[in-house]
Every structure is written in C-alpha cells, then in structure tokens.
C-alpha cells in the first residue's frame, strides 16, 4: 500500500487514567485538535523505529529465522504555526499568570495522522494512544532580503498502551467495510465522544478527519 500526502494531525492531551481531557484543561472542548488550514496545517510527521532491527537467527551452517522485537515509535512533527497556547500545553508548560510559562510536569499525549492511498484515494491512519511530545532546539535566524521562517518541530515518543496489546502504534485502512471514523477515533482518543463540538480558543470547528 502506497500513500501520498500528509492529510491531518490531530492531537489530544490525556488525563492519569489516559483519558482524555476536554474542556478548559484540554485542547478543545471535546478533547481533540485537529491541525487545520487555520492555523497553516503540519508539513511532515516523520515517523521512526515503527519495528526493531532483526536479530538473526542462525543453524545448520545458515541464517534460518530472525526475531523482531517491538519498535519504540516516535515521531518528528513539523507543524507551520501551531497557536502557542496549545503548544505551550502540548509540552507541558506552565502559565506564570503574567505571559511566562516555565517547563512542567510533561503531559501524555494522543496523536492521529491521515494519509491518503494512491489509486483508491481512501483515507489511510496512523494512531498513537499514547505518548509525550518534546521540543529539542528551535534554530532562530535573521532574516536577510526573505523571510527565515522557523516551525513547530516537535517529537513525539509513542508508548504502549495495555487495550492494544501492548503496542504503541495502530494502522486504519478507510477503505475497509467494517470501518467507522467515530469507532477509530474513539479507539485512539480514549473517551471521545462523536456528538461534541471542538471549541478551542484559536477556532470553533465541527471535528471532521475526512
């Protein structure tokens, strides 16, 4: 299966018992942000170490199976402009009440990316139920006779979650039958519900991954 493009990121924070978390404390009213033309959508999300190299196996004189282990995920966003206030919460920084924000307790985080299939065109996704975003440099530079623009590059590190098997990442083919968005959103969102309306501070948007 061959894919083309980068559709959506959609992003949740999740509370201690990975729930997620709606309203004032989360991203959006019912839990979910999607990255939308708003707010100049996400260029790449880069994603790593899905499975472990291969250990091989060796009898008789010769390579005869290989084990591989489980991969440990993890993703490189570069978002265009993320609204800084859900940057801020996304990484788990704190509100001095007077426009600074220090580095807290780091939040678990769900993700969801929607590609597309080349032929079909059907949607493809990738969840992640679990897991913590970081930012590691921001590289600021003058600008010169054009602007030097520099992204929301986060990572994020997926982590396996016990309703899953113990996996960290999940593969949904919109194409299939049997396939629902809620049913999918609900499996990677633990806790969202379909009726909801996202309401965040930056935009108000019906949530749509179509």
Known sequence: ?????????????????????????????????????????????????????????????????????????????????????????????????????TQGTVPKVAALIQTTTIGSASPQYIGFAAGKMNETALNLQTNTNAVVRVDDALTFTAFSVSRWGGEAIKFYDGGDAKFTETAMLADVFNGYDSTTTTTTSSTTTTTSHA
Do not use: H
């Not at 990121?9 to 991203?27: F, M, N, P, R, S």
């Not at 196996?57 to 978002?79: C, E, L, R």
């Open 1 to 101: 299966m061959a894919t083309k493009g980068l559709k959506m990121v959609t992003l949740a924070l999740l509370d201690d018992t990975g729930a997620i978390v709606k309203g004032a404390g989360g991203l959006s009213t019912d839990g979910t942000f999607p990255i939308t033309d708003e707010m100049l959508g996400t260029k790449t999300a880069n994603i790593t170490n899905v499975s472990s190299a291969p250990t091989m196996i060796y009898g008789n004189d010769g390579q005869v199976d290989a084990d591989i282990a489980k991969g440990t995920p993890s993703v490189a966003f570069d978002f265009n402009g993320l609204p800084f206030d859900i940057k801020q919460k996304l990484l788990g920084r704190v509100n001095d009440t007077k426009g600074g924000y």
